[in-house]
């Protein structure tokens, strides 16, 4: 299939048919890159910050999620009143 590459804004793009869209499963988000002179575009390997959830449910169930810096007040915080 032969499409044209369109002006969008300042940069420009090809629109992809919603039927190729969905054969492939693509949703919300997509992997881009060039490899040897083509552009290669697939459904993401992982979902953005896939599995933090659970590892901050671990981290918090294990004791360890206390701060690692401490607090940093500044120096009119003196002054605030709760």
């Known amino acids: 299939m032969r499409v044209t590459i369109r002006r969008m804004g300042n940069s420009q793009g090809v629109l992809i048919p919603k039927p190729i869209l969905a054969q492939l499963g693509f949703e919300n988000e997509v992997e881009m890159e060039v490899e040897n002179g083509a552009l ?18 671990a981290i918090a169930a294990a004791g360890e999620d206390t701060l690692v810096m401490g607090e940093f007040p500044n120096a009119d915080d003196v002054e605030l009143q709760w």
């Open 40 to 57: 290669i575009i697939r459904k993401p390997r992982t979902k953005s910050r896939g599995g933090w959830a659970e590892a901050s449910r």
